[in-house]
C-alpha cells in the first residue's frame, strides 16, 4: 500500500499529492448528484456551528457513511475525488487515512482490537488539535463478514466488533471533524450490525444516462481521436444497456481498444472492433452470480 504508514497499527496515510496522482486523469459518469450529495453533507458536518450540532444528536447523526455497490463502479474512485474537493472548497485543514487491514489484523490474542482501537485513538488526537480526518476503510467485508460465517477468524471477528463500538462513539459532539468512510461491493456480507452502525447508506453503481453515455464516450474516444456519429452511439448504447456493463466496465473495455489502436492496424475499422469488444468483453455484472455463489458455499 502507498502511504505513510503511520505507527504498527496499520493506519496509512495519503497525502494530498498523492491523492491527486490518484485521480488525476480520473473522471466520473454518472455520479455527480451523489457526489454532490455527499459533499454538501460532509461540507455540513465539517462547518456546523453549536445549533446545528445539536439537530445531528437530536436524531444521533454520526459522520459515517457506507458506499455500497458492485465492483467497478467508481466507489472509491469518489472518496478521493471527495477528499479532494472538501480539501479545496471547505478546509485545507484535513487529511486522508486508510487502514491496510493486512497489517492491522494480528493472529495474536487480541491485538488486532487493539490496533483498530489505536487507529481511532490517533485519528481522535489529530481532530482535537483543530485538524478534521477522512477516514476510507476500503473493501469493509475483509473484516466485517458475517458472525455467522463459520469459517471466521478470531482476529477478524474481535475486530469487527471493535468497529461497531467505536462506530457507536462517533458522534458530532465530540467527532465531526472525524468522516468515516466504508466501503463494500458485497454488502450482504458484511454484518448487518455493521451495516447498521453507518449513519448513511449509499448505493454506487450509476446506469448512464443516454446524455452521460455520450459524454463518457466522448472522453474515451479523445486520446485515440475517434469520433463516432450518432447512430453508431447509439448502437454501442443499446449494447451497454442489454449488457448492463459497469461504468468501469466500459474503461476496461476501452483499454484494449487503445492498445489494438497502438500495436494492431485497426484504425481503418474502430467501430467493427468497439462493437466486438461491447458485445463480447468482460462484464462485471456476468461474473457476480458465479462470484456471490462461489463465496456462498465457502
Ligand atoms: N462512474 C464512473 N465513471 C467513469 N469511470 C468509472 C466509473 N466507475 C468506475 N470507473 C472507472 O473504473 C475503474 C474502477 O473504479 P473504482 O476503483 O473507483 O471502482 P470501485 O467501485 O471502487 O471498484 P471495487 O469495488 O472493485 O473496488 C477506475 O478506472 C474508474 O475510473
Ligand atoms: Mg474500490
Given at each position: 500500500m502507498n502511504g505513510i504508514v503511520q505507527g504498527s497499527s496499520g493506519l496509512v496515510k495519503l497525502t494530498h499529492a498523492e491523492i491527486k496522482r490518484k485521480i488525476a486523469y480520473q473522471k466520473l459518469f454518472g455520479l455527480d448528484e451523489l457526489q454532490k450529495y455527499l459533499?454538501?453533507?460532509?461540507?455540513?458536518?465539517?462547518?456546523?456551528?453549536?445549533?446545528i450540532i445539536s439537530h445531528f444528536r437530536l436524531y444521533d447523526l454520526a459522520p459515517s457513511i457506507l458506499l455500497y455497490g458492485p465492483p467497478n463502479t467508481g466507489k472509491t474512485t469518489l472518496c478521493y475525488l471527495l477528499f479532494d474537493q472538501i480539501k479545496q472548497e471547505v478546509t485545507n485543514e484535513i487529511n486522508f487515512y486508510t487502514v491496510d487491514v493486512g497489517q492491522m489484523l494480528d493472529p495474536a490474542l487480541g491485538q488486532s482490537s487493539r490496533?483498530?482501537?489505536?487507529?481511532?485513538q490517533e485519528l481522535k488526537n489529530i481532530c482535537s488539535d483543530g485538524s478534521s480526518v477522512f477516514l476510507l476503510l476500503d473493501e469493509l467485508d475483509a473484516f466485517c463478514m458475517s458472525r455467522s460465517r463459520a469459517q471466521e477468524h478470531d482476529a477478524v471477528r474481535r475486530a469487527m466488533t471493535t468497529l461497531m463500538l467505536e462506530l457507536d462513539k462517533l458522534h458530532p459532539s465530540t467527532t465531526s471533524q472525524l468522516l468515516v468512510f466504508g466501503i463494500t461491493n458485497v454488502p450482504n456480507l458484511v454484518d448487518t450490525a455493521v451495516v447498521r452502525r453507518f449513519a448513511l447508506k449509499q448505493y454506487v453503481d450509476a446506469h448512464l444516462s443516454w446524455?452521460?453515455?455520450?459524454s463518457y464516450l466522448d472522453y474515451?474516444?479523445?486520446?485515440i481521436k475517434y469520433k463516432p456519429n450518432e447512430e453508431e452511439l447509439q448502437k454501442l448504447y443499446d449494447i451497454y444497456s442489454n449488457r448492463s456493463f459497469t461504468t468501469g466496465d466500459i474503461k476496461a473495455l476501452y483499454?484494449?481498444?487503445?492498445?489494438?489502436?497502438?500495436?494492431?492496424d485497426i484504425s481503418g475499422n474502430l467501430l467493427d472492433r468497439l462493437i466486438?469488444?461491447?458485445?463480447?468483453?468482460?462484464?462485471?455484472?456476468?461474473?457476480?452470480?458465479i462470484a456471490s455463489e462461489e463465496l456462498?458455499?465457502?
Open positions: 459533499f454538501r453533507f460532509c461540507k455540513t458536518i465539517l462547518t456546523a456551528d453549536d445549533s490496533n483498530l482501537e489505536q487507529i481511532f446524455d452521460d453515455f455520450k474515451l474516444n479523445k486520446p483499454k484494449i481498444l487503445f492498445v489494438d489502436v497502438m500495436c494492431a466486438e469488444l461491447f458485445e463480447k468483453g468482460f462484464s462485471t455484472r456476468d461474473h457476480l452470480s456462498s458455499n465457502d
